[in-house]
C-alpha cells in the first residue's frame, strides 16, 4: 500500500529559538528520524520505473532501490547501495541542495511535497556511522604513487577511490585540519565535525596518508612532487579567495570576509573563546551581504554568537536566492531579519575606525541577464542607512591563485578556475587532474566529489596505460 | 601518531625576546628573506605569523625570534629545547625581491631587526654596500648587533634613552646619513608601523625607493580569509600572498595602524587569564 500523505515526515528540531544560542546541530537525536519514521516516509516512493530522481543527482545515486531497502528494514544494505556512487552520505545527506536536485525531480513533488531523499540519505548514513561497523579493507598496493592537494570532498573523494584500487596516496593539505569547506566553512550545527573526521579516519585506514600544514606552490611545487615519485597529480585546492565589494570602507574594523569569520569560528573555533586562543568581534547588530549558503551559515553563526539584529542583505528577491531552502528556512526560523532588494553603497566608521553605519540602497528587478536571472537595478533616491557594527561580505569567491601562480604551463580561466578536460579532469599539464571548486568556482560538495570520482578514474587509466 | 616540530634550541635575547630553532627541514629548504612561517602551539592555539629570522637547509633548522607580547608568543617562549609544538607552515609570503641593487640603508626597529637581519645578510652576500640602522626602547633590548654587524658594511645603534650611547631614533639616524650626502637606491625599513611609517615620509622626500614590511594579524597565510589586508596604490592587497613585502610610499599606514588593534582588548583577556592560571600553579 502506497503512503498517500502529501508531506513529508517531520524531522525532529531544536527549538529555533534554543537552538540560536548554540552550535550543536539543528536535527535533534543523531539521525534526525527514528527508524519508524524513516520507514514511514521510505514508503512514500513509488519506486518509479523511470526514477526521475536519478537524474537529478549529479553522481548518479540509486535512489529508488536505496529507499526500498529502507522500506524492507535492510539498512546496512541501503548505505551501501548509496555508497556505491557516493562517498560521503552522511555529507550529502545534510548539505546536498535536494530541492534543486533530486527531490526537484521526484513525481511525488508535483502534488504535495516530494519524498524527503536528502533525510533518508542521511538517516541511513548515520545509522551505519552509529551501528555498522566499517569492515577493514586490505587492499593490496601497486606500488604506484598519487599526490592530492586539498582535503576538501573533491580531494578526499579522489584519494579514496584511488587508494581502494591500490594506489598509494598522499593527501597535502594546507591547513593544520583536513576537511577543506567541511570543517572551516559549514558550521558544526550543519554538518558535525566528527562527521567530518570520521570520514578521513576511514581514509586513513585505507592507507592514505595525509600530511598537514603543506601549502603547495610553497613547500613544494607540482614539478617537485614528481620528482618526488607521485606519478600524477589531483589539485582539489577549492575556492578560496575571497571577494570584496570594492565600496569605501570596506577595510574598516569590523568588516569581515565570510571565510574569515566562519573559519575563526568554526576552524579555530572562537565560540569557544577564551578557552581556544582564537577571538572573532561579532557586535550587536550584523549585516551579512549575499544570499548563498556561505551567507546564511555566517548569519547564523553571528547570532549564535550573540549578535542581537542580524541582517541578510540581498539585491535581488528570495526567489533568487542560491543557498538551499532549508537553511533559508531555517536562518528565518532563527530570528534572522532578511532585507532582500537592498544593496550596501558605503560603510562608514567611528572615529577609531570601527564600523558604525552601512549605507543602502533599495533596488528592483530589472531586465533579465546572461544566467537567465533578472538584474537588479537602484530605485534612486532609495538611500538608506543601517546602523551595525559587524558587516560580513559573503559575495562570492574564487580559486586561490597560489598554484597556478606557481606553476608554469598550467592552463587557467581569466578569473582563475583551472582548465580541465570535462569529462576527465585532465589539465593542460601532463599526468595532472583538478576538479571542484579549484576548476568551477564555489560550486557544492556533490559536484566537488563527482569531480574527485571522476580524475580518480582517468588517473587509474592514465597509470594502468 | 602526531607529527610535532621540534624546538632545537632556545635562547633568550633580551628578558622579553626570544630566539627559537625549530626543526623542519622541508620548510628551511625552501625558506628565502622575507618569508614567514606561522605557528600554532596545541589543539586549542591560534595560528600566529613570524617572519623567518634565518635558516639552515643542511641541519633542516629554522629560526625564529619573537617578542613575548600575547598568551602564545608567552606560552611558546616558556617551552624549551626538546619540546614541540604541533603547527608550523611555510615558506610563506613572497620572497624579498632584492636584485640589481648596490647601494642599500637597511632600517630596523626593534624586534623588526630581525626580520631586516635576513635581508641585510643576503644583501651583503650579493656583495651589496649595507649601511645598517637598528633601533631600540634601551640598551638591556638590543638584539642582533653581532649579527647584523656581520651583515652590513656599517651599523648604527640607536636607542629611545641613550643608554647605549647613541640616542636618537633611527630617523634621526638616517637623516643624518642623507643630509652628509649618501645616496641609496633602495632603502628597507622594518618595525613598528609608526617607525616604518617615519621612514617613508623621509623617503618620499628623498625620492628613494623604500620598501616596508607588513606585520598584519593574520589567520591562514594563505590568502583565503583576508584578515591580513591593506590598502595600497589604492587597492586592497593581502599581506599574506601579497607581501609582506610591499612599495612603503604606497601604503596607506594610517589603516594599517588602526586594523592592527582589532583584537587589542581580546588579547588582553587571553593573556590575563593566561598569567592567573600560570599563578595558581
Ligand atoms: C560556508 C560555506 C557553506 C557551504 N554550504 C554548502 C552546502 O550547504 N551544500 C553544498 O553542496 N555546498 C556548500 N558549500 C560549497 C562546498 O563546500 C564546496 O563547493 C566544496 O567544499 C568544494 O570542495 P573542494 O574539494 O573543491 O574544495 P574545498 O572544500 O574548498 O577544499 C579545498 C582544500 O584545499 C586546500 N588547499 C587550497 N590550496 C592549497 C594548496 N596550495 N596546498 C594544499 N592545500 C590547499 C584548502 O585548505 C582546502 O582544505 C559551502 C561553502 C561554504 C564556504
Ligand atoms: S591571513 Fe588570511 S588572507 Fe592573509
Known amino acids: 500500500m502506497i503512503d498517500q500523505t502529501l508531506k513529508k515526515v517531520e524531522i525532529l528540531e531544536q527549538d529555533p529559538n534554543t537552538r540560536n544560542k548554540n552550535f550543536l546541530e539543528v536535527a535533534l537525536g543523531y539521525m534526525g528520524l527514528s527508524e519508524t519514521m524513516a520507514k514511514e516516509e521510505a514508503g512514500r516512493c513509488l519506486n518509479c520505473k523511470y526514477p526521475k530522481c536519478m537524474d537529478g543527482c549529479p553522481v548518479g545515486v540509486q535512489i529508488p532501490q536505496f529507499i526500498e531497502l529502507i522500506v524492507s528494514g535492510d539498512l546496512e544494505e541501503a548505505y551501501q547501495k548509496i555508497r556505491e556512487t557516493n562517498s560521503l552520505p552522511a555529507v550529502c545527506g545534510r548539505v546536498c541542495p535536494q530541492e534543486s536536485q533530486c527531490e526537484a525531480k521526484c513525481v511525488r513533488g508535483t502534488k504535495g511535497e516530494p519524498v524527503a531523499i536528502g533525510r533518508l540519505e542521511r538517516f541511513v548514513a548515520d545509522w551505519h556511522i552509529k551501528y555498522a561497523a566499517n569492515k577493514p579493507i586490505h587492499v593490496a598496493k601497486n606500488g604506484k604513487k598519487v599526490a592530492v592537494i586539498g582535503s576538501g570532498p573533491a580531494g578526499l573523494t579522489c584519494a579514496g577511490d584511488l587508494a581502494k584500487s591500490g594506489y598509494e596516496v598522499t593527501i597535502f593539505e594546507a591547513f593544520h585540519t583536513p576537511g577543506g569547506v567541511l570543517m572551516y566553512g559549514i558550521p558544526e550545527f550543519r554538518l558535525p565535525k566528527a562527521l567530518v573526521q570520521k570520514e578521513i579516519d576511514q581514509l586513513r585506514a585505507l592507507g592514505v596518508e595525509v600530511r598537514l600544514n603543506m601549502v603547495i606552490g610553497r613547500i613544494y611545487s607540482l614539478d617537485e612532487l614528481k620528482q618526488d615519485g607521485y606519478a600524477a597529480i589531483f589539485i582539489g585546492s577549492g575556492a578560496g579567495l575571497p571577494s570584496f565589494m570594492g565600496i569605501p570602507g570596506e577595510n574598516l574594523k569590523g568588516v569581515f570576509s565570510a571565510n574569515e569569520f566562519l573559519t575563526r569560528i568554526n576552524l579555530m573555533k572562537a565560540y569557544k573563546f577564551p578557552e581556544c586562543d582564537t577571538p572573532v568581534k561579532v557586535g550587536k547588530n550584523v549585516a551579512v551581504i549575499g544570499g548563498g549558503n556561505v551567507a546564511m551559515d555566517a548569519a547564523r553563526c553571528a547570532k549564535r554568537m550573540g549578535a542581537e539584529k542580524v541582517y541578510i542583505v540581498y539585491r535581488r528577491s528570495e526567489e533568487e536566492m542560491p543557498a538551499r531552502n532549508e537553511e533559508i528556512h531555517h536562518a528565518k526560523e532563527e530570528g534572522i531579519i532578511f532585507k532582500l532588494l537592498t544593496a550596501p553603497t558605503k560603510i562608514m566608521g567611528t572615529e577609531d575606525g570601527w564600523v558604525k553605519v552601512m549605507e543602502c540602497v533599495e533596488m528592483k528587478l530589472g531586465e533579465r541577464d546572461g544566467d537567465g536571472r533578472r538584474r537588479p537595478v537602484i530605485i534612486k533616491g532609495s538611500e538608506h542607512l543601517l546602523p551595525v557594527e559587524t558587516v560580513i561580505m559573503a559575495i562570492g569567491q574564487s580559486p586561490n591563485p597560489l598554484i597556478k601562480d606557481t606553476t608554469a604551463g598550467l592552463k587557467t580561466e581569466p578569473w582563475g578556475g583551472i582548465v580541465v578536460e570535462e569529462e576527465t579532469g585532465a589539465t593542460s599539464l601532463p599526468g595532472v587532474y583538478a576538479g571542484g571548486d579549484a576548476v568551477t568556482g564555489a560550486a557544492t560538495v556533490i559536484l566537488a566529489m563527482g569531480a574527485g570520482r571522476k580524475a580518480a578514474q582517468a588517473i587509474k587509466k592514465y597509470l594502468q596505460a | ?281
Open chain 2, 1 to 281: 601518531m602526531v607529527h610535532m616540530y621540534n624546538i632545537v634550541k632556545k635562547e633568550k635575547l633580551t628578558p622579553q625576546v626570544t630566539l627559537m630553532e625549530i626543526n623542519a627541514p622541508l620548510v628551511a629548504k625552501k625558506a628565502e628573506p622575507g618569508q614567514f612561517i606561522i605557528f600554532r602551539i596545541d589543539e586549542d592555539g591560534e595560528r600566529i605569523p613570524l617572519t623567518i629570522a634565518d635558516y639552515d637547509r643542511d641541519k633542516g633548522i629554522v629560526t625564529i625570534i619573537f617578542q613575548e607580547v600575547g598568551k602564545s608568543t608567552k606560552k611558546l617562549g616558556a617551552m624549551d629545547a626538546g619540546q614541540g609544538i604541533l603547527d608550523f607552515v611555510g615558506p610563506l609570503g613572497k620572497p624579498s625581491h632584492l636584485d640589481g641593487v648596490k647601494k642599500v640603508a637597511v632600517i630596523g626597529g626593534g624586534l623588526g631587526t630581525a626580520i631586516a637581519y635576513p635581508q641585510a645578510k643576503k644583501l651583503k652576500s650579493l656583495r651589496v654596500q649595507v649601511d645598517a640602522i637598528i633601533g631600540f626602547r634601551n640598551k638591556d633590548s638590543i638584539i642582533l648587533e653581532k649579527e647584523m654587524t656581520a651583515a652590513s658594511s656599517r651599523l648604527f645603534v640607536t636607542t629611545d634613552d641613550g643608554s647605549n650611547g647613541n640616542k636618537g631614533f633611527v630617523t634621526d639616524t638616517f637623516k643624518k646619513l642623507l643630509s652628509e650626502g649618501k645616496i641609496y637606491d633602495l632603502v628597507i625599513a622594518i618595525g613598528p608601523l609608526i617607525m616604518m611609517k617615519a621612514v617613508c615620509e623621509l623617503t618620499r622626500e628623498a625620492e628613494i625607493k623604500t620598501v616596508i614590511s607588513m606585520n598584519s594579524i593574520m589567520v591562514d597565510g594563505t590568502g583565503m580569509c583576508g584578515c591580513c589586508r591593506l590598502t595600497v596604490g589604492g587597492k586592497i592587497k593581502f599581506a599574506c600572498v601579497d607581501g609582506p613585502d610591499f612599495p612603503g610610499h604606497e601604503v596607506d599606514f594610517d589603516e594599517a595602524i588602526s586594523r592592527q588593534d582589532i583584537y587589542r582588548q581580546e588579547e588582553r583577556l587571553s593573556l590575563e587569564r593566561h598569567e592567573c592560571r600560570l599563578g595558581k600553579n
